[in-house]
């Protein structure tokens, strides 16, 4: 009896000794970047145990660097942009684990590597914003805002995508006659594009990021329309059409209902009218 009551003892004392070293705990997995307009996040999937991560991360021609926010969090996700601001550079991030329930970190705990990102060719463009002018009756002026990123300057003022890739940055401009099939592409290199258009014609324009080196394509912009009456010009996308169709409904109920109940209320003051009672 003594002495398996000492061998539980011992067995409970190594595993204590197990958990304080970190033997125990397990590397997460699934490690994966997640970066958009250059807005860069490390995921990875949760393991069992009461645990808690810490991520690192450094490039090539950088040394390892921690966040305080992913410094022992419960969280399965850390924004490593802020630490991520050399676009030319490759990164690798590690995800260490620890017991949540110790503090003492003087062993090395299990991590997992997170695979290389570059983040000129992998971060994922989104769409830009434009507007139309009509310049005369037979040109049309569209003025394209390049799309901020979160790489900042010195003076943590946001860049725009211009200012990472440069004359690298184009926009494939797609546009046709109002109802339509037939469409046409002009790339813009600059930020103002002046095209000619037949008067009295309503065109719609779509624009899409494009980057010649690395090559890739961002996300397209909804659609704008020029109005063919006068030199007026409205923006027109899948949502306005939606909200004028709901309120010529919305009108047109309303119309049907008023008619219905003036009917009704017409053919109940007829009723007596057309029935009189007959005396007695």
């Given at each position: 009896m003594?002495?398996?009551?000492?061998?539980?003892?011992?067995?409970?004392i190594c595993l204590h000794c197990g958990r304080a070293s970190g033997t125990l705990l397990k590397?997460?997995?699934?490690?994966?970047?997640?970066?958009?307009?250059?807005?860069?996040?490390?995921?990875?999937?949760?393991?069992?145990?009461?645990?808690?991560?810490?991520?690192?991360?450094?490039?090539?021609?950088s040394n390892w660097k921690k966040k305080p926010e992913c410094t022992r969090m419960?969280?399965?996700s850390c924004d490593l942009t802020s630490l991520m601001q050399n676009v030319t550079d490759t990164y690798?991030?590690?995800?260490?684990?620890f017991s949540s329930s110790i503090t003492d970190e003087t062993d090395e705990p299990p991590y997992t590597k997170s695979p290389p990102i570059q983040?000129?060719?992998?971060?994922k463009i989104g769409r830009a914003t434009f507007k139309v002018n009509k310049t005369t009756n037979a040109q049309i002026q569209l003025t394209i805002e390049d799309p901020l990123t979160h790489i900042r300057f010195s003076n943590k003022t946001l860049k725009t995508?211009?200012?990472?890739?440069?004359?690298?940055?184009?926009?494939?401009?797609?546009?046709?006659?109002?109802?339509s099939s037939g469409k046409k592409t002009v790339i813009a290199k600059d930020q103002v594009l002046i095209l000619d258009v037949d008067p009295g014609v309503s065109y719609c324009f779509t624009i899409q990021p494009h980057i010649k080196s690395p090559y890739k394509y961002g996300q397209k912009s909804s659609f704008q329309?020029?109005?063919?009456?006068?030199?007026f010009l409205s923006d027109y996308s899948i949502g306005v059409y939606a909200l004028i169709g709901f309120g010529a409904l919305l009108l047109l109920s309303i119309i049907i209902g008023?008619?219905?109940y003036l009917c009704r209320r017409k053919t109940a003051q007829n009723v007596p009218e057309a029935n009189p009672l007959k005396p007695v």
């Amino acid at each position: 009896m003594g002495s398996a009551a000492i061998t539980l003892g011992l067995a409970f004392i190594c595993l204590h000794c197990g958990r304080a070293s970190g033997t125990l705990l397990k590397p997460v997995t699934n490690v994966t970047w997640k970066s958009f307009n250059f807005l860069t996040t490390l995921q990875w999937e949760k393991i069992s145990g009461d645990v808690v991560y810490t991520v690192r991360v450094a490039g090539i021609k950088s040394n390892w660097k921690k966040k305080p926010e992913c410094t022992r969090m419960a969280s399965t996700s850390c924004d490593l942009t802020s630490l991520m601001q050399n676009v030319t550079d490759t990164y690798t991030a590690e995800v260490l684990t620890f017991s949540s329930s110790i503090t003492d970190e003087t062993d090395e705990p299990p991590y997992t590597k997170s695979p290389p990102i570059q983040l000129l060719k992998e971060t994922k463009i989104g769409r830009a914003t434009f507007k139309v002018n009509k310049t005369t009756n037979a040109q049309i002026q569209l003025t394209i805002e390049d799309p901020l990123t979160h790489i900042r300057f010195s003076n943590k003022t946001l860049k725009t995508l211009r200012d990472i890739y440069g004359p690298e940055l184009v926009y494939k401009v797609l546009y046709w006659k109002d109802r339509s099939s037939g469409k046409k592409t002009v790339i813009a290199k600059d930020q103002v594009l002046i095209l000619d258009v037949d008067p009295g014609v309503s065109y719609c324009f779509t624009i899409q990021p494009h980057i010649k080196s690395p090559y890739k394509y961002g996300q397209k912009s909804s659609f704008q329309c020029t109005s063919s009456k006068g030199d007026f010009l409205s923006d027109y996308s899948i949502g306005v059409y939606a909200l004028i169709g709901f309120g010529a409904l919305l009108l047109l109920s309303i119309i049907i209902g008023i008619s219905v109940y003036l009917c009704r209320r017409k053919t109940a003051q007829n009723v007596p009218e057309a029935n009189p009672l007959k005396p007695v």
